[in-house]
């Protein structure tokens, strides 16, 4: 089975967004600073990949990532966000199309207290950290990692042959997807939410 993850997917995203993004998760406690060390460790890997599957690292500093999270000059970023001085978090900024911007979250290796505390944090930041926040989609084991979440979220247009515990679209998607509009769902204004975790997030 995959990694879990959660990916938010917003319209208009600049750097002024990543820092409402950055302030807010390190209010909820993850940290971009090494918690010991101070480092700040950009990464390369897929978060739905499993951990130490390619990718590479380096020391940047905070203002650093804050410069490339727009993504004016790159097509992703990626950097590791500490819960605990032994225990992290990628979280990938990516372009998702034309359009739309992925902020993606790796869930693979978090013991179950952490995993769900970074997933509170991540569903209440992801909101506000952008006016245009289209979607959402959570999968806490990575069932459908195989998924166009892309597809899905951003254009309405690619189907589903496994589901997460939520996805979160807007009305329109919602309304015309013809596996979307045929399943109950719950209103979380500005989304309809979908899956058997739709009251927990």
Do not use: K
Not at 24 to 52: C, F, K, N, Q
Not at 115 to 130: K, Y
Request: charged letters at 20%; aromatic letters at 6%.
């Amino acid at each position: 089975m995959s990694p879990g993850f959660f990916h938010s997917y917003h319209l208009g995203w600049t750097r002024a967004d990543a820092l409402t993004l950055l302030t807010d998760l390190e209010a909820a406690g993850l940290r971009i600073a090494h918690p010991v060390t101070g480092r700040v460790l950009l990464d390369s890997h897929d978060p739905s990949s499993p951990t130490g599957a390619g990718g590479t690292r380096s020391v940047v500093t905070r203002e650093q990532f804050l410069s490339l999270s727009g993504l004016e000059r790159l097509p992703a970023v990626g950097v590791r966000l500490w819960v605990r001085h032994d225990l992290d978090v990628l979280m990938r900024i990516r372009q998702a199309g034309d359009r739309a911007v992925a902020v993606e979250f790796g869930l693979d290796g978090l013991p179950l207290p952490e995993r769900e505390r970074v997933i509170r944090a991540v569903r209440l930041t992801v909101g506000r950290a952008s006016v245009l926040c289209v979607g959402f989609v959570l999968d806490r084991t990575g069932v459908s990692a195989g998924a166009d979440w892309d597809g899905l979220v951003v254009a309405g247009t690619a189907f589903l042959d496994g589901w997460p515990d939520a996805v979160a679209v807007r009305e329109d998607i919602a309304a015309r997807h013809p596996q979307l509009a045929a399943l109950g769902s719950v209103v979380q204004s500005p989304w309809r939410l979908f899956g058997s975790a739709t009251n927990s997030v």
